[in-house]
């Protein structure tokens, strides 16, 4: 509805400052067109909005100027009620700070909708942690906050795979939490980097501040950069034959996406089997994950990979004969 989107224009430019009218029509899934429009209106309804063409232009409202939002629906509010501390905040150290800020605003709910808080909490939960995932170190956490936020330039020792120790000066952009581990995203030697946490040896704060690259975006850096591994990471095509009974449970192990290529594969053979090609990282990890699979698949190529296979399955086999 156009109210809800005239609202939603008002909060953006409200929390965000100046915002072109692409990056508003690209938030709100709407035309560049309708943005204006809809400037147009708030203007017309006395909301002090404005836009400037041309380079460093954008649409803002008048300094100063504040509203208090109020009309949320009831769907709203049950969206904002399942809202808890997610477990990396929690290590970031803001979540009494967090928890502080979720209960004024539950407190500023109309009576007549805070009864919904207790329905919610006990029908929804979130937990972003991951079964038998065990705690990374990241001692150095609190480091790397305040200079991310201070914009102050770091001297960093880390260690990645077997190399030796890496000692650099950095400008750090960005921390990001992806499945509970923190990952840096910093700038070193004009070229943006991604640095796990748990490799580093120590971290030491500068005095030196570093200036933002103006265009930065740290969502839009951190989806190239897992869109580069993803493409990068090794593959290691295999095909296999899968038993009649089995092929229902391939999107356990492979995901959901595996069902649309189960589809497209060529009908069964005789016996029922189905043949399909699944890449893994690497020779090791098919073979660790196939042996798991027992007699339920076959590997048909790459010969390596059977060979192995076999090999691995002859010792089992003798290991518990004996």
Known sequence: MRADRLLSILILLQTRGRMTAQRLADELEVSERTIYRDMDA??????????????????????HYRT????????????????????????????????AALLKLSASLPTSQQHHEMRVRQRIHLDSSWWFQSEEPTPFLGILHQSVWEDRKLRLTYRIRFEDEIQRTIEPYGLVAKAGIWYLLFKS??????????????????????????????????????????????????????????????????????????????????????????????????????????????????????????????????????
């Open 189 to 322: 030697d004009r070229r943006f980097r991604i640095l796990r946490i748990s490799k580093i040896l120590d971290a030491e704060l500068t005095d030196d501040i570093f200036h933002r690259e103006i265009d930065f975006n740290l969502q839009e850096s951190w989806d190239s950069h897992c869109d580069e591994y993803e493409e990068n990471r090794s593959s290691y095509p295999v095909l296999l034959r899968i038993a009649p009974h089995f092929v229902e449970y391939l999107p356990f192990f492979f995901g959901d996406s595996i069902r649309e290529r189960i589809k497209k594969a060529h009908p069964p053979d005789w016996e029922g089997w189905t043949q399909l090609v699944i890449s893994f990282d690497s020779l090791e990890a098919a073979r660790e994950r196939i042996l798991g699979f027992g007699s339920a698949v076959e590997v048909l190529e790459p010969e390596p990979l059977r060979k192995s296979i076999l090999d691995y399955a002859t010792q089992i086999v003798r290991l518990y004969q004996e």
């Open 68 to 99: 208090n939002l109020t009309g949320l629906t009831e769907e709203e509010v049950q969206a904002f009620l399942m809202l808890s501390i997610p477990s990396p905040l929690a290590k970031l150290g803001v979540s009494q700070e967090l928890k």
């Open 42 to 63: 708030l203007s017309a309804a006395g909301i002090p909005v404005y836009t400037e063409r041309g380079p460093g232009g954008g649409c803002a409202l008048m300094d």
